[in-house]
């Protein structure tokens, strides 16, 4: 069991940056793949970035290339996404993922085995 607890969203103005931290507690951390996902109203759930379990992949939706940055800190049992120069299409509620066992990234959600309540962000003047 993993549980996955969210913060850091809210609103934003664009041009904005916010920074997303997610906690995780239960299973070794240090083995888990971690990802963020987003949800639109009336949207599917996205893959936005996703960090091995050593941190030393990362992958990113074309989307969020150069704006978003994921990162993690397993001292700490905590994955990050910052993000910068915010639009207005980021609007949408985060999420944070894991999959267990050492495994690759994957931009598929159906990969995921624990994951988070969510976060609102809202980017808007």
């Known amino acids: 069991q993993v549980q996955l607890v969210e913060s850091g969203g809210g609103l934003v103005q664009p041009g904005g940056s916010l920074r997303l931290s997610c906690a995780a507690s239960?299973?070794?951390?240090?083995?888990?793949?971690m990802a963020w996902f987003r949800q639109a109203p009336g949207k599917e759930r996205d893959f936005v970035a996703g960090i091995s379990w050593n941190g030393g992949r990362t992958n990113y939706a074309d989307s969020v290339k150069g704006r978003l940055t994921i990162s993690r800190d397993n001292a700490k049992n905590t994955v990050y996404l910052q993000m910068n120069s915010l639009k207005p299409e980021d609007t949408a509620v985060y999420y944070c993922?894991?999959?267990?066992?050492?495994?690759?990234?994957?931009?598929?959600?159906?990969?995921?085995?624990?994951w988070g309540q969510g976060t609102q962000v809202t980017v808007s003047s």
């Open positions: 239960g299973r070794s951390f240090s083995s888990l793949v």
């Open positions: 993922a894991s999959r267990g066992g050492y495994r690759l990234i994957s931009i598929d959600s159906e990969s995921y085995d624990y």
